[in-house]
């Protein structure tokens, strides 16, 4: 099993090249250094902090009610962006023809192993 440093892979040094990825994907248009992709009028991008509040209204109004009455997921990702764990350059939202359909963030976390191993990963979520 190959052990990857996650901060080397969030930083795309130790382990997948976002560059390498947009050579392989199936987008019409793809640039990194600006920070989108676009396809058929959906454009993913980096969330700027004048998203906060729109991307905290659209996971409010997705998840309430869903898993039990009302929803938190809407504080906690207003909580998480002010984390250490926080991956700011893996904060992405979603739009349609300029309307914001969606949202995705990664943390920083471990896995802590039954044999006593700590193992570093990133949590995705919400989607």
Known sequence: ?????????????????PREISRRNTFEEV?????TM???????????????RAVENLVRESFWNVYRPGCSEHYV??????DPAFVKELDFVMEKD??????????KTVIEADD????????MGPI
């Open 31 to 35: 640039s990194f250094r600006r920070n």
């Open 38 to 52: 676009r396809q058929n009028n959906v454009t993913i991008r980096l969330e700027r902090a004048d998203d906060y």
């Open 77 to 82: 990702i207003h909580v998480l962006r002010n």
């Open 98 to 107: 300029g309307t914001l359909i969606g949202q995705n963030m990664f943390m």
């Open 116 to 123: 006593g191993r700590v193992i570093p990963i990133l949590a």
């Open 1 to 17: 099993m190959k052990k990857h440093n996650t901060p080397e892979l969030v930083k795309g040094q130790g382990g997948c090249d």
